[in-house]
């Protein structure tokens, strides 16, 4: 009988493929094609999908069901995907079952506008919560990842798990990021921070600070409206790792995944400190 990887060797196993996934992504950038928007929605973030989303989406999960094909797997492209139907399922099982889910190019929008901050996000989910996160940074020679309780973990595309280096941020910039819907807080926190609100200061020439700031120290704090397991919530949880704090928008531990609905937290508040974690409860408590 074989035994249920852990989910070190489950990241361990995919990380050579997330490299490859990485290289492919960024070769292709400049010379990419846009396919028809993704739903019906003004978020702009939301709707945007390339060949890059549907070709690592396919190549992950034909290497997922070579190594691990009693896993779950959850793709954002799930509905697109050729490969859907031979996983277990695609959703959250009962204790003791993983389910690896994968955002194949987070930050879509900045990467068809030639910015570098995007990333290929794989992580491994329990009922309880994030068990491992891998984030791949094709374009600045960067990966991370993070283990529960074990923290939060910086390399070059060329390192291996064991040789990264634990990551700490001693002194982010004294921004903050503010999601899609979010803002209507700007006004009060601009007093203190230097605030960035993706709706009205998204920019197709110059790119501002993704959800991955707050492991480049570019962020001080988020405050996002959702966030979604694949991406949002996994770099969020990987900030918590290295010493942010978490919360949702009344400064409750968020719930657990089996607790969700549509594969995301319904609201996250991200600081890098109490001091900022406090201001941003108090913009959102006076809303």
Excluded at 57 to 77: I, M, N
Aim: proline fraction near 6%.
């Amino acid at each position: 009988m074989r035994l249920s990887p852990t989910p070190r060797q489950i990241i361990e196993t995919l990380l050579p493929v997330l490299k490859t996934a990485g290289s492919y992504a960024q070769f292709i950038q400049p010379r990419i094609a846009s396919h028809p928007d993704k739903y019906s929605s003004e978020n702009f973030f939301a709707n945007a999908l390339t060949d890059a989303d549907l070709s690592i989406q396919t190549f992950v999960e034909v290497s997922l069901l070579a190594d691990f094909p009693e896993l779950r797997f959850h793709g954002e492209e799930y509905e697109k995907a050729y490969n859907t139907k031979y996983f277990r399922a695609i959703d959250l099982g009962p204790e003791g079952e993983y389910l690896v889910t994968l955002d194949p190019i987070d930050g879509t929008r900045f990467y068809m506008d030639g910015h570098p901050n995007y990333q290929v996000i794989l992580t491994v989910l329990h009922a309880d919560g994030f068990e491992a996160v891998v984030a791949i940074s094709p374009a600045l020679d960067t990966f991370y990842y993070s283990l529960r309780g074990e923290g939060t973990f910086k390399g070059r595309l060329t390192d291996t798990l064991d040789t990264c280096e634990p990551l700490q941020i001693a002194q982010p910039k004294s921004q903050i990021l503010l999601g899609w819907q979010m803002g209507d807080l700007a006004a009060e926190l601009s007093k203190t921070y230097d605030v960035i609100d993706v709706r009205q200061d998204y920019s197709t020439e110059t790119a501002i600070p993704n959800v991955n700031g707050l492991l480049t120290g570019d962020l001080a704090g988020i405050v996002l409206a959702r966030a979604k397991f694949i991406d949002g919530a996994a770099l969020s949880f990987m900030a918590q790792q290295m010493g942010y704090r978490l919360s949702d928008h009344q400064g409750n531990p968020t719930p657990l995944p089996i607790e969700c609905h549509e594969m995301g937290w319904p609201g996250v508040v991200v600081a890098a400190n109490e001091t900022v974690h406090q201001h941003l409860l108090a913009a959102l408590a006076a809303r």
